[in-house]
């Protein structure tokens, strides 16, 4: 089964809020860009994958997302992150209606392809399936297969709420690199310390150590 995977990313400017502590106003929007060229390039790379969508009104992350050869949606709706996937699966499907779509997380800077594939093979056995972030309260994963509609339920409490809605949940072990999405300072550690790609390697680099230096 071949997919299409459909990955959100708000506007880079408000883009996370949480990594304050970690990273100065004029630094996130950066990093939030190298965590979301790093999880298109690995997820580009990914067997089973067919293409990238990106749903984005930021202009710069549309450019540079679309330089590694993503296809960039309009964040038409602006009704924040669920209605903008449910237009973004709407778009791609109006193309090849009998496609799967999966929605992925854009900060998943450790994103390895053979993890990715393996999460693939196991969602095309549903209608729909997700896969819990590391904390297992989020979703990092939503999948529909042909046929079925994404109808994503992404935010607080994702994971009892994709549950609830009648999505499988995978139970898939070594995957870690698809379930470490990014929103804290300690979820950042968590990235780097398994390994993230060259973007967010690099803009991590600039970011203070704790100790005040510079991140070796």
Known sequence: MQWTLVI??????????????????????????????????????APGVRDVAVVTGDPRAGRELAALGARIVADEPGGGLNAALAHAADVVRAARPDGAVAALNADLPALRPAELA???????????????????????FLAATPGHALRPAFGMDSRVR?????????????????RQDVDTEQDLRAALALGVGPHTAAAAHRLPAPDGRATP
């Open 8 to 45: 959100p990313l708000k506007p880079l400017a408000r883009a996370k809020s949480r990594l304050a502590a970690a990273a100065a106003d004029g630094v996130r929007p950066g990093l939030a860009l190298a965590f979301a060229q790093d999880t298109v390039a690995a997820a580009l790379a």
């Open 162 to 178: 994709h549950r609830s809605s009648g999505a499988v949940e995978l139970a898939l072990t070594g995957v870690d690199s698809v």
């Open 118 to 140: 393996r999460v693939l093979q196991a969602a095309a056995e549903f209608p729909r399936a997700f896969l819990p972030d590391a904390p297992e309260i989020g979703t990092t």
